[in-house]
């Protein structure tokens, strides 16, 4: 109540207070004399009616207060509404004046914390780039936007797919992503001002305090009995709406910041998901304004992250000279820029200050390559079952390399002859002039020499007029022109100037697929042998030895010249 003048005096007694839901409120009135009711007799009584307004009202808004008509008052001579006592309608229906809302000049201050890891991998997604923690001043600030600038040595655009902002939804001031997330049904139903919940079974959550998602609506609990009971429940946590909910409806435990839950809906995701660097800048829009509390509602503030999905091609070195090579000054790396308080876009006139001194910088990370396993599929089926003296280019093997992910470089294969000859027992490595591996450039799975790209040529050691050369020798490597980057290949292996090819080289060994550890790596306990990067496969042309470059994760620096390698086998 207020005086006549307005002003609020320290006698007058609150005798009720309503919320507005659409549109109307209702008032239940009462004082410690009368509890339940106030009492009015034939000594004139002033009431004032107030409206406290939501530090969050629109500017210049504006609003009026009003009642249509005596069935808006409640009365009674014994109990409300009894029929015994009656409003006079002479003065209805009452409206208040207008009332402009004015804006607060309030202080929206963020404070900025470097998370970036010293190195990201390709196909990483929800790396964590920066933490923002942001706090209002008096009234809240109403923040819908923000632009981040890319960083790092030698960018491009395309090297980072998405650029999303997430909100700590569980407000442990951490970025949770990859944890179990409990979740179980709600087995009654709760109305909008309950604060105990029930699920089937809450052993799987947190014994509190933690924080729960229903719908829409973020609920912080207290304790959790470790059965299936949840109390002290703070209700609308984090701005979000209370509500109530529906039996069976699921009650999601917020384990990560990033949830996903009913109908792929992320509640912490601040942006739609979709943005990405151009020119490198990202320009993000919220998808839903955040409504940040003051310092009074909310001392510690809210904490938002900054992340990036790293493109699972994003190269580990960009070949500015184009020579195959990663040389000093071409690695790639990346991290994040704020550059000032008008990277932050909130409704005027409220403001952003920085408690970092601008620009806000993280450190740069380094790409390293995903750890592919590279499928090898091999196909003798086009090699013929007897060739001419002299003949170019005949076909011996079509074998396929896939990737799963993302991208491998194969540099070398080695090759091993075995067979028989009409003059030498054994053969001979005369017999082959030339190896030859094509690409299939155009992709009709046919060898066309004219088309096909020649990617390596190896040779046997010659002369071995006898066909005795120990094996070693027998084996040539073939060196790709260009190490070739891809996810998937289709190479075919040939022969030129092959005098002496078995006449049974498909009916021998038609081929087997055995996983096996290559039996002539010196270091067992490394990455360069594991079982994954090997595969057996018989027949008269015995590939000995694949080299690719590894896929093991491996710091930038020092790296060895032409680059680590591991081999794949065949026997």
Not at 510 to 519: E, F, I, K, Q, T
Request: aromatic share 8%; glycine share 8%; charged share 20%.
């Amino acid at each position: 109540m207020r005086t006549a003048a307005g002003d609020v005096g320290i006698n007058n007694t609150l005798i009720g207070s309503g919320v507005m839901q659409l549109g109307d409120a209702h008032v239940a009135l009462s004082e410690a004399a009368t509890p339940g009711y106030v009492l009015i007799s034939t000594t004139p009584r002033v009431f004032y009616v107030t409206a406290d307004l939501n530090q969050s009202a629109a500017a210049n808004d504006v609003f009026f207060l009003y009642a249509h008509g005596t069935d808006d008052f409640q009365i009674g001579a014994l109990t409300s509404g009894d029929g015994i006592h009656s409003i006079d309608s002479a003065n209805f229906p009452i409206q208040t004046g207008s009332h402009i809302i004015a804006a607060t000049i309030d202080t929206m201050t963020v404070t900025f914390t470097d998370l970036l890891p010293t190195t990201v991998i390709e196909n990483q997604n929800n790396v964590a780039v920066a933490k923002l923690n942001v706090k209002a001043s008096n009234n809240t600030v109403i923040w819908n936007g923000l632009t981040a600038q890319r960083t790092g040595a030698n960018p491009d655009d395309a090297d980072v797919v998405h650029v999303n902002l997430w909100k700590d939804i569980n407000d442990n001031g951490l970025f949770d992503d990859g944890n179990p997330v409990p979740a179980s049904p709600l087995t009654n139903v709760i109305g909008v001002n309950d604060t105990t919940l029930v699920v089937a079974v809450s052993t799987s959550y947190p014994s509190g305090p933690g924080v729960l998602y229903i719908d829409d609506e973020l609920i912080k609990f207290a304790t959790n009995d470790g059965v299936n009971t949840f109390t002290g429940l703070t209700r609308g946590y984090l701005g979000t709406t209370p509500a109530g909910h529906a039996q069976n409806k699921t009650v999601w435990g917020v384990a990560n910041d990033t949830l996903v839950a009913d109908n792929l809906v992320k509640p912490g995701l601040v942006t739609n998901g979709t943005n990405n660097f151009s020119n490198s800048f990202a320009t993000m829009t919220f998808v839903k304004a955040q409504v940040i509390p003051n310092v009074a509602d909310k001392f510690a503030g809210v904490n938002y992250f900054l992340t990036y999905d790293i493109n699972p091609f994003a190269p580990v070195y960009r070949d500015l000279n184009n020579n195959g090579v990663d040389d000093s000054g071409e690695n790639v790396s990346l991290g994040a820029m704020i550059t000032s308080s008008a990277a932050f876009t909130v409704v005027t006139p409220k403001k952003v200050v920085l408690f970092n001194a601008p620009p806000l910088t993280t450190k740069s990370a380094v790409i390293a390559e995903y750890s592919d396993a590279v499928l090898f599929t091999p196909d003798d089926s086009i090699a013929p079952i007897s060739a001419t003296q002299g003949d170019q280019n005949v076909p011996v093997l079509k074998f396929t390399l896939k990737t799963p992910v993302s991208f491998a470089r194969i540099s070398a294969i080695k090759i091993g002859r075995i067979g028989q000859g009409a003059i030498q027992t054994q053969g001979s490595n005369d017999d082959i002039g030339l190896i030859k591996i094509y690409r299939d450039a155009n992709f009709n799975g046919l060898l066309d020499p004219a088309v096909d790209v020649l990617v390596g040529t190896g040779t046997f050691v010659t002369p071995d007029p006898t066909g005795t050369a120990p094996r070693p020798p027998r084996s040539t490597s073939l060196r790709m022109k260009r190490s070739t980057r891809r996810p998937d290949l289709l190479c075919r292996l040939r022969y030129r100037d092959q005098r002496h090819l078995e006449q049974q080289r498909r009916a021998d060994h038609p081929g087997s697929g055995l996983v096996s550890r290559d039996p002539s790596c010196r270091h067992p306990a490394s990455t360069r042998c594991a079982p994954t990067t090997c595969r057996t496969i018989r027949a008269k042309l015995r590939l000995v030895r694949f080299w690719c470059a590894s896929k093991a994760r491996r710091s930038r620096r020092p790296r060895p010249s032409k680059g680590r390698r591991s081999s794949l086998s065949w026997r």
